[in-house]
């Protein structure tokens, strides 16, 4: 790796089993695009691969490899040169692979074909930054190759626009019917937000303190201030406020590729007025 980019860490499908010792899930936070670029280059879904965020790294090939990239917030240059997301390549020893940003979007994610080679910790290869286990890409980290296998370069799929943020909701541990109600009342603003939480702002919603309890990945969990912070993959297990809501489960990577400043809107989850942000891969 030769400059890294803003937030670039090795994800997979995550620690789905860890929960009981407090571990955080992880996992890639857009799972369809990730799931994307690993079929590209012939990976199983949750093979592992680089998460980056908003700004992607530049890094020199050391030796043959095909790779993909698909997501958003960014677009992919050979020696300079765009490439297409949803595109397999073939990268020859001595090519510089770079990345240039895009208003449309947050998160991208590169696959090498046979999978990225990193320590796996309790069942997962993924970084945990707050629970100390791996850490960002640096400048001078060299990416291996876990199972080094020839694949054909030039599998695509086109990659859909994102479509405006409209968001399903279900019902959470603490549902009522006003809480639902004013979340679905008005669009709210990403005002801050990492791999833990998305905070917003927007319409009070009624909420509170309750004794600790496990936190739903999804989870619209309501600050004193009546502000929803929407819980994600490296949320903590526990937490004591209300949750009276929770995003469907398919419109998640659409959270995930909100960036700063951008609106939102809820919905119920049987609400197919004004349609929602979900879209179908075919992996």
């Known amino acids: 790796m030769l400059e890294p980019g803003l937030l670039d860490l090795v994800v997979d499908g995550g620690r789905r089993f860890g929960g009981h010792l407090g571990l955080a899930a992880g996992g890639a936070l857009d799972a369809r695009s990730a799931r994307v670029a690993n079929a590209l280059v012939g990976n199983p879904p949750h093979a592992p691969l680089l998460e980056l965020t908003l700004k992607g790294p530049l890094l020199e090939v050391l030796a043959p490899v095909v790779v993909a990239f698909a997501g958003y917030g960014m677009e992919p240059l050979l020696n300079g040169e765009p490439l297409s997301a949803g595109q397999s390549f073939a990268l020859r020893k001595g090519d510089v692979l770079g990345f240039r940003g895009r208003p449309e979007g947050a998160r991208g994610y590169l696959a090498l074909a046979g999978g990225l080679e990193s320590q796996r910790f309790w069942g997962s290869a993924g970084a945990d930054v707050r629970g100390l286990i791996g850490r960002p890409l640096q400048a001078g980290d060299v990416l291996g190759i876990d199972h080094p296998r020839p694949v054909r370069p030039g599998r695509g799929w086109s990659m859909p626009r994102l479509a405006p943020a409209v968001v399903r909701l279900l019902p959470g ?83 995930a590729q909100l960036r700063p400043g951008e609106r939102l809107r809820f919905v119920p989850a049987g609400d197919t007025r004004l349609g929602y942000c979900g879209w179908e891969y075919p992996v």
Not at 185 to 213: K, N, Q
Request: with cysteine; net charge negative.
């Open 173 to 255: 541990p603490q549902f009522t019917p006003e809480a639902l109600e004013a979340l679905c009342s008005g669009p709210y603003t990403l005002a801050a937000g990492d791999r833990m939480g998305l905070r917003l702002e927007g319409p009070w919603v009624p909420g509170g303190e309750l004794t600790s309890e496990a936190t739903p990945l999804g989870a619209i969990q309501m600050t004193p201030q009546g502000q929803p912070i929407v819980l994600l993959n490296d949320r903590g297990r526990m937490g004591g406020y209300t949750k009276p809501a929770q995003v469907h489960p398919a419109d998640l990577p659409r959270l």
